[in-house]
């Protein structure tokens, strides 16, 4: 991230993550503090409280542990189920995989990039969805594949992609 | 209880819980190793230690995880093992991109070696090389992310050894890599440990930067300036100039120690004797300034007599420096007006209450009081002691700290008050009635059960805190003290009697002893006491004291109340290796060789004797303050005739007790200290406490680092050092 990214990233931060939230991870350290193996457990619930997990509540679960921030960040980084950036109400996920390449989901990913005016990573402005790419999700035989949060479609024309995500208000 | 394991057909003894690399190293097989150390845990991430071992299923054992077992048969090589290690490392090479024509690391890196050995210049594998661009963003450390095998040293020793914890392994997969948060820059302690123990050019130095090829670099053996661990360094030199500082005998060297060095190569360094002439200072002989200096203090001497004038000695210079200096003052000047500003902060009770344990035997304590959170500012390589002795003999440390700080994350209980006097005050009522909050209650059950205590004591204890803590220590069995001591020669300036009181060695100067000086150095000496540095300061307020010579110091810097006073003295003489504050204010400064320009003698703060050995020529006119202070004897009409180094150190040990049969590298027993038990406080602190008005700002006038504030390296760290 270039450094005007990096400070708007933290404006950001600054405003989603309210003194209230911190309360909670508060109270969510307090419960696992001193055991072994809580980190996961913690990064867990902080990020139900927040929605993601962005630098400054890292850095405060880091110190309710008593452990350094690049191994909580290590860990944030190492399973999927944690973010570092902000998700929207519904998670699309475009397979790029190879079968589903050779399918051309690429014009999808095109197409909803273009129709909701985000990049990959991102999230719309009414924060109702996030786009991510994704490498082969196992379902092959479905090619190209599209998941809208627990939801997966198969078989996904580029034409037909907005229909489906309507489906999600 | 020893087992024996059979080793290329070699049969070797090793205790058990040995690993297999240990037994092959006994029986001189070697094994390459990558991502091992003997200082960390045992990580098993490279493979590159393979072995055989007779009569397994396993067709290959990880030499560096596995313990040796009894009547073991290992095989450090074959055709197949070198094969796995050549597919090894040939994964290794997918991403490296083996660029050592321009990597410093080169003529000192494993994997070039392995390369090498192995025979291989490049991957089958796919050449897609992943290239990531090199890290300039922090201060001192490059990291060549590329260059990275993963071995996770550093991530360790930054954890296990330091507990900062600043790289950790991040992301998954290919793009698995060692970083720090949201890949920020560093912002540690910058000990460069991790570059030391990066077994490739992953991470490197910005100060060794293109300087040099390792293998043109030649050691000097010496020690650390920066503060009272003295911890031993290597001046790694080429063409007789310094390129790197490398610790000696691979302990630990703090940024301070491995990068501070460059403070001697500052264009504030003097080069040649200067004197004031109508208002200005100018370059003048050393013949010049040594005879205004003698002119000078010869008048005031027989106009004011010698009590008029005063001496300051310095506790960055060797012990010869010193002793040459307090013996100057005596036998030449004629008077016991002899002192250093550093015992201004000195810590209360050292060498009286507070006999400091060795350093390396902190992990031999069960439980470790830490009553200053800054002991790792202030003496990193005690700081770093405590960690060892929690991370790998698995001590318990109670830490007091009403803020939150690394020892934090590696405390067995952490006492939350601002200063130690209340902590144990309520540790005293916990340990002999048993009530108090949880954290106290636990900290007393620990300290009550421990066979043997370590205690770290702070670097200022007001007298509440002073009695307080040697009431609590009178109540532990077993208890060792670890004083914290700034400055590196402190120790020395104190056994080498730069003190108005002590002859050197801690005898009394009473009327006896000034006798038994006289006769060893054939001269008259002085019979009536001498001021201390307060009384000294005290003096030129009013008036009793007309001049002073500083040796190594410079009290103008942060106390503009002082450097007006100095600025009052009749004559100023300043020797010093910088042009410092107090420098300007001076009638004549004398350019001296910093400690890298010369051989001489530290003693630490365990009371350690240590040879440091000139790396360097001294810059330009400059000379060892000893040279310095025995031409000036000279001119005086003394006689002080040392060809050497050496030659004043065998006169201290006919002269001084303590140091008569005392080997460099060896500690002087406190029981030989005359001092051993007395009721003395050798600390002017608790003075200073009461002459709030002389000393304003004594916080910096104690910790102005005159010397590292002119690192470079240092400088480009935003920390405090
Ligand atoms: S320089 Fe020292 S403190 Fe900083 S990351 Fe390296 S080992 Fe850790
Ligand atoms: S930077 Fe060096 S020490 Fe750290 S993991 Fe990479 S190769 Fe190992
Ligand atoms: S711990 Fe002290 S003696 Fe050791 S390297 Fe650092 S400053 Fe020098
Ligand atoms: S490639 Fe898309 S599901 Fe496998
Ligand atoms: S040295 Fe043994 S696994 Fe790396």
């Known amino acids: ?7 708007q990233q933290a404006a950001t931060d600054n405003e989603t993550i309210t003194p209230e939230m911190y309360r909670r991870i508060d109270s969510i350290i307090e419960r696992y503090k001193d055991k072994p193996g809580s980190l996961i457990p913690v990064l867990q619930q902080a990020q139900d409280v927040c929605g993601y997990l962005p630098h400054p509540v890292q850095r405060y679960v880091a110190k309710g542990l008593r452990m350094s921030p690049s191994v909580v960040f290590g860990v944030a980084t190492f399973y999927s189920f944690f973010t570092l950036v902000p998700r929207g109400k519904h998670v699309i996920r475009v397979c790029l995989g190879t079968a589903c390449y050779v399918k051309r989901s690429e014009e999808i990913l095109d197409k909803i990039k273009a129709e909701l005016e985000l990049e990959v990573g991102e999230i719309t402005r009414d924060k109702k969805y996030s786009l991510e790419a994704v490498r082969c999700l196992g379902a092959c035989g479905l090619a190209p594949v599209v998941v809208v949060d627990q939801d997966t479609y198969g078989d996904v024309a580029a034409t037909k992609v907005m229909d489906i995500l309507k489906k999600y208000e | 209880m020893e087992i024996t394991v059979t080793v290329d057909g070699k049969a070797v003894k090793v205790k058990a819980g040995a690993t297999i690399l240990d037994a092959a190293k006994a029986a001189g097989s070697r094994v390459p190793t990558l991502c091992h150390d003997n200082k960390l845990h045992p990580f098993g991430a490279c493979r590159i230690c393979l072995v055989e071992l007779e009569g397994s299923p396993r067709k290959f054992t990880p030499s560096c995880t596995t313990p040796a077992i009894d009547n073991m048969v290992v095989r450090t090589s074959s055709p197949a093992l070198i094969e796995a290690r050549r597919m090894i490392l040939e994964l290794l090479l997918i991403k490296h991109p083996l660029d050592c024509p321009v990597c410093d690391k080169a003529g000192e890196c494993r994997l070039q070696d392995l390369v090498h050995e192995y025979g291989l210049g490049e991957s089958r594998f796919d050449a897609e090389k992943g290239y990531l661009p090199p890290d300039y963003e922090s201060a001192v450390i490059e990291r060549n992310i590329s260059r990275c095998i993963l071995c996770g040293k550093c991530v360790r020793i930054c954890d296990e050894q330091n507990a900062v914890g600043e790289w950790a392994f991040t992301r998954r997969g290919t793009r698995t890599r060692i970083s720090t948060d949201f890949d920020r820059p560093l912002d540690c302690e910058f000990c460069g440990e991790c570059v030391e123990i990066c077994p490739v050019g992953a991470l490197t130095t910005r100060q060794f930067k293109y300087k040099a090829r390792s293998w043109s670099l030649e050691g000097t053996p010496s020690v650390c300036n920066y503060c009272g661990c003295g911890c031993p360094v290597s001046f790694e030199r080429r063409d007789g100039k310094i390129m790197r500082v490398s610790p000696a005998r691979e302990n630990y060297l703090c940024a301070k120690g491995r990068f501070g060095w460059d403070a001697v190569h500052h264009a504030d360094r ?30 005031i001497k027989n106009k004011r007599g010698a009590d008029s004038i005063g001496g300051l000695g310095s506790v ?11 013996k100057f003052m005596r036998a030449v000047i004629g008077t016991n007006n002899v002192d250093t500003l550093a015992r201004l902060k000195a810590p209360r009770g050292l060498n009286t209450a507070f006999f400091s344990g060795e350093l390396s035997r902190m992990g031999g304590h069960e439980v470790i009081l830490m009553l200053d959170k800054d002991a790792g500012e202030i003496n990193p390589l005690t700081g770093i002691e405590v960690v060892r002795a929690v991370n790998k003999k698995g001590r318990n440390l109670i830490l007091v700290n009403g803020g939150y700080n690394k020892f934090n994350k590696i405390a067995s ?7 130690p006097e209340v902590a144990l005050a309520e540790l005293l009522q916990a340990m002999s009635s048993g009530t108090g909050s949880d954290a106290i209650k636990k900290a007393a059950e620990m300290l009550k059960g421990a066979g043997s205590v370590a205690l770290i004591v702070p670097a200022f204890l007001t007298d509440k805190e002073y009695a307080r803590t040697r009431e609590f220590a009178s109540q532990l069995k077993n208890v060792t003290f670890y004083p914290l001591v700034r400055r590196s020669n402190f120790q020395g300036s104190l056994d080498m009697g730069v003190l108005p009181d002590y002859y050197p060695g801690y005898q009394k100067a009473n009327a006896e002893t000034t006798a038994s000086f006289a006769k060893a150095w054939d001269a008259i000496l002085p019979e009536t006491a001498g001021m201390n540095a307060v009384q000294m300061i005290d003096g030129i307020k009013s008036g009793k004291l007309a001049a002073l010579y500083i040796m190594g110091d410079d009290p103008a810097a942060s106390n503009p109340n002082l450097k007006a006073l100095l600025d009052g003295l009749e004559f100023l003489v300043v020797q010093d290796i910088f042009m410092t504050e107090t420098a300007r204010i001076a009638d004549v400064v004398l350019p001296a060789a910093s400690w890298v320009e010369k051989t001489g003698t530290f003693t630490n703060l365990e009371r350690r004797l ?20 025995q031409a000036l004897a000279k001119k005086m009409g003394g006689s002080l005739h040392y060809g050497s180094a050496r030659d004043i150190m065998n006169e201290i040990r006919s002269t001084t007790p303590l140091y008569a049969d005392l080997a460099p590298g060896s500690i002087w027993p406190q029981e030989k200290s005359p001092l051993a038990g007395a009721d003395a406080d050798l600390s002017l602190s608790s003075d200073v406490i009461n002459k709030k008005e002389v000393i304003a700002a004594e916080r910096l006038l104690f910790s102005s680092g005159m010397t590292i504030t002119r690192s470079k390296e240092i400088g480009t760290i935003r920390h405090n050092c």
Request: proline share 4%; with cysteine; charged share 25%.
């Open chain 1, 1 to 7: 991230m270039g450094n005007e990214a990096v400070a």
């Open chain 2, 610 to 629: 240590q040879q440091i050995r000139s790396a360097e020529e001294p810059v330009a006119e400059s000379r060892p303050d000893w040279e310095i202070i």
């Open chain 2, 413 to 419: 209980v952490v006492l939350d008050y601002n200063t």
């Open chain 2, 270 to 299: 003097l080069t040649t004797p200067k004197m004031r002439v109508g208002g200005e200072l100018v370059d003048c002989t050393w013949d010049e300034a040594l005879a205004v200096i003698a002119t000078n203090l010869k008048v």
């Open chain 2, 316 to 326: 960055r210079t060797t012990n010869e420096d010193n002793y040459v200096f307090q």
